[in-house]
């Protein structure tokens, strides 16, 4: 066991969260549940962090923040979606802006379901991202981390709902009705 | 509730929450927003709404304490509307907002994002209809427009039973 | 004559939960000028109205904001009432009230810990978190939810609070009230507090009702404007309401007229546990609204006045919801209070609004 996992510091970003899921990431910082006990703070700095902590689903414009977060991170490091929006895109999966869950911009090693996600869930997944990043250190002192792979930039246009991409419905519908008219 | 006389007389309720509404044309809309600022009353909200044809609807919402009015308007996604932000400064925010999502040009914001306010990718998403959209969909028919026979039931739930 | 630079500010920054950008035009270390940008949180769930009825939707609209979740169903409920006629029972209308300045103390503490931590105060902020946990464990007691709630549906609410239940949360609140004047006294009292907030980021009255700002930061100004004082709902039932303010204008007014109204809203529950009328809590909602009808509401919220327009079309799908945030007429007001502030004050101007992202973007 290394130096690391005794004192993770990490990030917390809000892709496109309600709010609901940040407010208990605070939370988890402060006296009731407080996480500092695990060793852990609070960093906004992304060179600094080893966690990275994703509320809400990436939208259209924030896809690149989050991607540049993950990217100026050092190895080891680990990412955890935080709520089921991060997780999947949650209630906002239909929306048009929605382009999914944090898993389509950057890879996600824990996912903490919950709307909103509760602390308990939070400290849960945290403490099971320190298992990740005890190994990805080990890996990495032997020199056999793979470098982190980006997933394909989507865009919203190519955004799948019900099978049938968004732009392709969205046209298909209009052209119905201008050969109906 | 059609006319402005009858609007300044509406009897405001405690109880009840005022719900005015009165039917403006587009070449009044200006003098109107600039009466209220006059008389001192608040700007609340520009609200966009879609019409079947493309249109859209546009309210314009005025406060002084209780008494709360809508100036409703009806415009075309390629006629300009002039903004209102010169009158009331907090306006430029709803209309760079429904200039991206519905598509209505506005002339002389005082913040003009100019479709970039939001960012999204397909044109003007809250109504599909739109000029914009149309033309959208014309440029790129050629791979679209084959299968979107097979395709409209698919996508038919987000036509709506209300529209007659 | 100094260069001009442009600083970006956002959107990951350590100070904003949330993220917003603004581009800072800077000469030395004074700001001349600052840009906002928004749209990192843009979901465009007022659309979801064409895909859930709407009695569903009520669901997506407490998902609109995390910290205003409760206010926004209420409003969300209100709006869908006024368009099609339903009268709410009146032990439904003292409960939502309840729940909405339990939201509001919640929200408002949340904020004095952010501004404590705002302005490098670690310990006050720790403080103002712990003390809010106890607003939190009544809302899991009443509710089930810490801060998404689904306690308020079209018609009425889910639950009942019993009226045994209503005292306790009284005499939890007292001893909540006995904790929080201690951190009152820091913060309205502290020398350092004060030397931090005491003249920063000041907006004159005129130049706030020019802006249009609503909410605390108006008020904070002396506008005594709060929709609470329309008497809406169980407001109606309280023997007097008379809206915070403070005439200085500055993030020490805005943190003063916050505090104050804390206070405030404990008094409003308690007045109202007094008085609830016993009952039904829900009326049976049947129908859809009528094709063509309007219906707009408005709602103070913990940040300021909100307002829902809703557009009917005959069937059980809205044709259109639209909700208009607090923060969105409130930021022309904040960057007018940027102009001409030292940059390390920035932040400091950008939290004294409560701004509150995820609500303005939708």
């Known amino acids: ?181 | 509730m059609t006319q402005t006389e009858t609007a300044t007389e509406y009897e405001y309720s405690q109880t009840a929450k005022p719900q005015v509404f009165i039917d403006t044309e587009l070449s009044e809309l200006r003098s109107k927003v600039e009466e209220y600022h006059e008389r001192g009353w608040r700007y609340v909200n520009i609200c966009g709404t879609a019409l079947p044809d493309g249109q859209v609807e546009l309210i314009y919402s005025f406060s002084d304490g209780l008494p709360l009015e809508n100036l409703r308007v009806v415009v075309d996604t390629t006629t300009e509307v002039q903004s209102i932000s010169d009158i009331f400064p907090n306006s430029f925010f709803f209309e760079n907002e429904t200039h991206d999502l519905f598509g209505v040009q506005f002339a002389g914001i005082s913040i003009d994002f100019d479709g970039e306010f939001y960012t999204v990718s397909v044109p003007t998403p809250m109504n599909p209809r739109s000029s914009q959209a149309v033309a959208a969909v014309a440029e790129g028919a050629g791979s679209v427009g084959a299968e979107a026979g097979a395709e409209a039931g698919a996508a038919g739930d987000t036509k709506r039973g209300g529209r007659k | 004559m100094s260069q001009r630079t442009i600083i970006p500010f956002g959107p990951q920054h350590p100070v904003l939960p949330e993220p917003m950008h603004l581009d800072l035009v800077i000469e030395d270390e004074r700001v001349v000028e600052a840009i906002p940008q928004v749209g990192f949180i843009h979901r465009g769930l007022e659309k979801l109205v064409t895909k859930k009825d709407y009695t569903q939707f009520v669901l997506v609209t407490e998902r609109i904001c995390g910290i205003c979740s409760f206010g926004h169903s209420l409003g969300y409920s209100e709006t869908v009432e006024a368009l099609m006629g339903i009268e709410v029972p009146p032990r439904a209308e003292f409960l939502r009230v309840i729940w909405h300045e339990l939201s509001r103390i919640h929200s408002h503490i949340l904020w004095m810990g952010l501004l404590a931590d705002g302005f490098g105060y670690e310990n006050l902020f720790m403080q103002c978190w712990r003390l809010r946990e106890q607003v939190l464990d009544i809302l899991e007691a009443t509710t089930g939810g810490r801060v998404i709630l689904t306690a308020c549906n079209v018609g009425g609410v889910e639950q009942d609070i019993e009226n045994g239940e209503l005292n306790g949360i009284c005499q939890t609140l007292d001893g909540l009230r006995g904790e929080y004047n201690q951190l009152l006294k820091t913060f309205l009292k502290d020398k350092s507090v004060r030397h931090r907030l005491v003249g920063v980021g000041y907006l004159s009255e005129a130049d706030a009702r020019a802006a249009g700002t609503v909410g605390p930061f108006a008020r904070a100004s002396n506008i005594p404007e709060d929709i609470r004082s329309l008497g809406f709902g169980a407001y109606a039932a309280l023997s007097g309401f008379e809206p915070i303010t403070s005439k200085d204008g500055d993030g020490y007014a805005r943190c003063e007229v916050r505090a104050l109204e804390v206070l405030q809203s404990i008094d409003i529950i308690k007045e109202l546990a007094e008085k609830i009328p016993d009952g039904a809590i829900n009326q049976k909602v049947k129908g859809a609204p009528e094709d063509g009808s309007y219906a707009v509401s408005r709602l103070e919220q913990p940040r300021g006045e909100c307002f829902y327009f809703a557009k009917g079309n005959g069937t059980k799908f809205l044709e259109r919801f639209r909700i208009r945030t607090p923060t969105s007429q409130n930021i022309p007001g904040m960057v007018q209070t940027l102009q001409g502030c030292d940059l390390a004050d920035v932040p400091l101007n950008v939290l004294t609004i409560d701004p509150c992202i995820s609500c303005t973007e939708r």
């Open chain 1, 1 to 181: 066991m290394s130096s690391t996992i005794k004192s993770p510091w990490l990030i917390h970003y809000d892709a496109s969260s309600c709010n609901g899921c940040d407010i208990e990431v605070l939370a988890c910082l402060t006296p009731m549940y407080d996480v500092e006990r695990f060793g852990i703070i609070n960093t906004g700095n992304p060179k600094h962090a080893d966690i990275f902590l994703v509320t809400g689903s990436v939208n259209e414009r924030n896809i690149s923040v989050v991607r540049q977060i993950y990217e100026q991170m050092l190895e080891p490091k680990v990412v955890i979606a935080c709520g089921i929006c991060a997780c999947s895109g949650g209630i906002f999966k239909e929306c048009y802006n929605t382009l999914g869950g944090v898993d389509v911009a950057i890879p996600v090693d824990v996912y903490a379901p919950g709307c909103a996600v509760r602390p308990e869930a939070i400290i849960d997944a945290v403490v099971c991202g320190l298992g990740v990043l005890e190994e990805k250190r080990a890996a990495l002192a032997a020199g056999e981390l793979p470098p982190a792979e980006l997933p394909e930039l989507p865009t919203a246009a190519d955004k799948q709902l019900d099978g049938v991409s968004v732009r392709d419905a969205a046209a298909a519908e209009l052209h119905a009705e201008i050969r109906d008219e």
